[in-house]
């Protein structure tokens, strides 16, 4: 429960400082064109909301529902504001009586807030911590590949060094986004330079989503610790063993481990307790340390399917490099970093229109989770600048009710010179609020059967 308060912390005080931030872009244009802003909320305020004070004509207000906030713009036709409010007199202070530039500029606000915010933030991550990382050529036990990778070349140990035209000095996801688009790989292996030839049309959710990853840090099954008075305690593992099988089946790394672990989970939901009971009792083969005899011993897992293993985590005795950055030197390199960021997420959005991708649709309760159950500073502010640049970015789509939904249609108005009626945009707003409860709810359904089931 502690890890669960902590995460949904770390969620809510960053979607309010990015909900603040993104209506303080609207608001800022507005007050610049002279726009009369009359409300802004923190949170949605369905049936019911807290004044905290006033300001300038502005009335601040705290709602309970904390899917996002707003603005109330005079003079604007939103979720706000109905068309029929305005049959009155254009007064000079509202936002239709603006010209559509000033407009524009005023609907963009949030967006253009988001991205800098989310640039700034890269750039001052690395100001104040550095960049550090684990050098490909550092990784002496190298990857850990999928039977799909296997049959394309790669072997177990490979340490992935480029592709096409790509040189790593770090493994990262980004190394299989392009690993799914490349038509050659070069990995060391053995001291030696290998290339494997790809096929160029790999789908990536499929490269994660298979058990084992298409490619993953090799990592031996090396026991780091053993929790007291549990199965592995009591079979008489220890500290630094290493384990060689389990249920029969040779294991060598963590990952080939973890696969079969999570056959036996799969098996064991489907069957009665005797069946359980028989399942939870089985072998695990071990070579003590500094030894490569294989004693094999009997073990009775917890009714949970528990053991009691700590895993040796090999990333921390690999040798790390760290990039520092001065104030000047950080600002170019947040700003690559975001844009690499940014790109990387909207060439992933091809997958959405896949069953695989349109069951990956997560709403709170995925991006809570993103977030560490222990409080980080640098990874609070790392995601806080991702999701300031989806934020961005899906704001700025056209569809109606959005930021990007008033873009457009103040494009099509300073293309064309015809402005949309009042009613028009009421209609569209109402259409793509359906729209977006729609997916809203899909993406809550994802949450609940991902996190559940």
Known sequence: ???????????????????????????????????RVEKFCLFFDPWKSWKLFSYKGTNYHLGWLPLGGYVSIAGMVDETTKADELN????????????????LLIMLGGVLVNFIIALFLYAMILFVWGEEYTPVRNM????????????????????????????????????IRDLSEAHSAMVLRQGK??????????????????????????????VDSILPN??????????????????GKPITTWNAFEYEYGRLCDELKDVSHADSVRLLTTTIGVSRKGSHTIDTLSIRLTDEAQIGVIKQDVMAHYKTAKNEYGLLESIPAGVRHGINVLCGYVDDLKYLFTKKGAQSVGSFGAIGNLFPSVWNWGRFWELTAFISLILAFMNVLPIPALDGGHVFFLLVEVITGRKPSDKFMERAGTIGMVLLLALMAFAIFNDFRNFVF
């Open 230 to 247: 549990s199965p592995a305690a009591k079979a008489g593992i220890a500290a630094g063993d290493t384990l060689r099988s389990f249920r």
């Open 140 to 175: 002496t036990h190298g990857l850990a590949f999928s039977e799909q990778a296997h049959s394309l070349g790669f072997r177990d140990g490979d340490i992935l060094l480029s592709t096409d035209d790509k040189t790593y000095d770090r493994f990262s996801v980004n190394c």
């Open 193 to 222: 330079e290998v290339e494997i030839a790809l096929p160029g049309d790999l789908n990536m959710l499929d490269m994660l989503g298979e058990q084992p990853p298409f490619v993953a840090v090799l990592r031996p099954s090396v």
């Open 1 to 35: 429960m502690e890890v669960f308060f902590i995460k949904a912390l770390q969620l809510i005080l960053c979607l309010s400082l990015l909900i603040v931030l993104h209506e303080g872009g609207h608001f800022f244009f507005a007050k610049l064109f002279g726009v």
């Open 88 to 103: 009155k007199e254009v007064q000079t202070w509202e936002f239709r009586a603006k010209p559509a530039w000033q407009r």
